[in-house]
């Protein structure tokens, strides 16, 4: 009896640290599996948003002009072109809400975030801020200038413009400023719930301001679609290079 109870201790106790070993080995391995999860994630979304834009272009190259834009912003305006659906209330409120997507505005929010995050010595994020919008609006410009495409002429402009049409850069810069800085917000976040509040912010505002252009009449649909497609795969794009770079370096 005492040998055959000293095997069962024996077996109870192998069991035990088995068990154990298996539970450290997969706590472990969750932050990697979950790392990778998230990087496919990103890349799937990055794919989408440069596939979205790669079709719009494509549209826009065969024909500068679509019934679909037209029909849109049509519908946002009365039987006077210079007069938009809605009280006038609606009307100042896109005002205030596109430059939120303006240089000015982007520049005063990136370089407050740029300083605070010098300040706390992050200089990983301070370059991915950097790297990000310069590069963005690098690109953005030269799109422009690539499909030159013209502005809406059926409606009235409600604000002042002064370039081309094709891709928005409102759309465009307001996507990489506030999903980038929407993403540093949400990383040192320890409540999920916090984290995509944090995220969902910077999503409406950015459907926000790119409703305001269509709604001003200073852009086209398609020029919006394509500005979100192409800022949310360059934002998500910098940040994965940025995830990398900091990999590396540890």
């Known amino acids: 009896m005492s040998v055959r109870n000293g095997r069962r201790g024996l077996e109870g106790r192998w069991a035990t640290s088995t068990a154990q070993s298996l539970r450290r080995i997969l706590q472990r391995l ?6 990778e999860l998230s990087a496919l994630f990103a890349l799937a979304l990055c794919a989408g948003g440069l596939w979205a834009f790669m079709e719009l272009a494509e549209h826009i190259l065969e024909d500068k002009r679509h019934a679909f834009d037209e029909t849109l912003l049509l519908w946002l305006r009365q039987a006077d072109p210079a007069d938009p659906v809605g009280p006038a209330w609606v009307e100042r409120a896109m005002r205030d809400v596109t430059a939120l997507g303006g240089y000015t505005v982007i520049l005063i929010m990136s370089a407050a975030a740029v300083g605070y995050l010098a300040i ?21 410009n030269a799109l422009k200038y690539w499909f030159d495409r013209p502005r809406p002429d059926l409606v009235a402009h409600l604000v002042d413009v002064h370039t081309l049409s094709f891709p928005s850069g409102h759309a465009m810069l307001s996507a990489i400023t506030y999903l980038t800085l929407g993403a540093l917000i949400a990383r040192v976040q320890p409540n999920r719930r916090l984290k995509a509040y944090v995220l969902a912010v910077g999503v409406v505002l950015t459907l926000l301001v790119g409703a305001s252009r269509v709604y001003l009449g200073v852009h086209w649909p398609t020029d919006v679609l394509a500005g ?20 590396i370096g540890r």
């Not at 969750?30 to 790392?35: C, D, H, K, Q, T």
């Not at 706390?120 to 953005?140: E, F």
């Not at 979100?228 to 990999?247: D, E, F, H, P």
């Open 120 to 140: 706390v010595r992050q200089w990983s994020s301070v370059a991915l801020i950097v790297v990000s919008l310069a590069g963005g609006a690098a690109l953005n």
């Open 30 to 35: 969750r932050p990697l599996v979950a790392s």
């Open 228 to 247: 979100w497609s192409l800022g949310a795969a360059w934002a998500i794009a910098c940040w994965q290079a940025a995830r990398w770079w900091q990999s």
